[in-house]
C-alpha cells in the first residue's frame, strides 16, 4: 500500500494568514493526488483534483502543487469557512489511501 | 442534479448482520466507480474498497478484505455496504463516494451524506 503522512497534524492560525499543509507519498504517485475539506458532521467536500486542479465552484485562494511524492495545498488568505479538516489521497493505485488529515483552527 | 443518496442510520448489536445503501443519480451509474470510506469516531478517512458496478469490478483495501462486503445492483442505481457479524469496533460513519475513473486522475468528486453504524449491546 502507498502511505500518505500529512503534515502538521492542526495548525492554529488567524483570518487573513496564508496557509500550507503538505502531504508525503511512500512513492511516487505522479499527479494523481487529491484534496478534500471536511467541516464537523458534513461529508468530505472535493478541493483539489490531480494535484493543482480545483473543481468547479472551489474558491481560488485554494491552490495544489506538487507531483512524484510531495505535494502541498495552499490556502491564500484564510477565510472564516475554512477552518476545517483537510485530507489528502492518492488514486494512483489501490487501495486508494488518505492521509491522517491536518486540523485547521482560529488562532 | 448529481447526487449519492445513503440509507438511514442502524442501531445494531454484536454479531449482527446489516446492509447499508448508496444510490445514485443524475448520471450514468454504472460507468463510474464507488468507493467506500470509514469514518470512526474523531478519526479520520479510512479507505474501504470500490466497485464498478457495470461488471462488479470490486478492489478491496487489505485491511477490510474480508470484515465487508461491497456489491452493486446497477440496474437500480444502488451500491451496498454489508456486514455479517458486527463488531462494536464496527460503529463509525461510512461514507460513498462517486470516482469517475482509475486510470485518470480525478478525485471522489461526488459524496454521499454518510450513514452512521453504532453497534452495542
Given amino acids: 500500500d502507498i502511505q500518505m503522512t500529512q503534515s502538521p497534524s492542526s495548525l492554529s492560525a488567524s483570518v487573513g494568514d496564508r496557509v500550507t499543509i503538505t502531504c508525503r507519498a511512500s512513492q511516487s504517485i505522479t499527479t494523481y493526488l487529491h484534496w478534500y475539506q471536511q467541516k464537523p458532521g458534513k461529508a468530505p467536500k472535493l478541493l483539489i483534483y490531480a494535484a493543482s486542479s480545483l473543481p468547479r465552484g472551489v474558491p481560488s485562494r485554494f491552490s495544489g502543487s506538487g507531483s512524484g511524492t510531495d505535494f502541498t495545498l495552499t490556502i491564500s488568505s484564510l477565510q472564516p469557512e475554512d477552518f476545517a479538516t483537510y485530507y489528502c489521497q492518492q488514486s494512483y493505485s489501490s487501495p486508494l489511501t488518505f492521509g491522517g488529515g491536518t486540523k485547521v483552527e482560529i488562532k | ?121
Fill in chain 2, 1 to 121: 442534479e448529481v447526487q449519492l443518496v445513503q440509507s438511514g442510520a442502524e442501531v445494531k448489536k454484536p454479531g449482527e448482520s446489516l446492509k447499508i445503501s448508496c444510490k445514485g443519480s443524475g448520471y450514468t451509474f454504472s460507468r463510474h466507480w464507488i468507493g467506500w470510506v470509514r469514518q470512526m469516531p474523531g478519526r479520520g478517512l479510512e479507505w474501504m474498497g470500490i466497485i464498478y458496478p457495470d461488471d462488479s469490478d470490486i478492489r478491496y483495501s487489505p485491511s477490510f478484505q474480508g470484515q465487508v462486503t461491497i456489491s452493486a445492483d446497477k440496474s437500480i442505481s444502488t451500491a451496498y455496504l454489508q456486514w455479517s457479524g458486527l463488531k462494536a469496533s464496527d460503529t463509525a460513519m461510512y461514507y460513498c463516494a462517486r470516482l469517475e475513473s482509475l486510470m485518470v486522475p480525478y478525485g471522489l468528486d461526488v459524496w454521499g451524506q454518510g450513514t452512521t453504524v453504532t453497534v452495542s449491546s
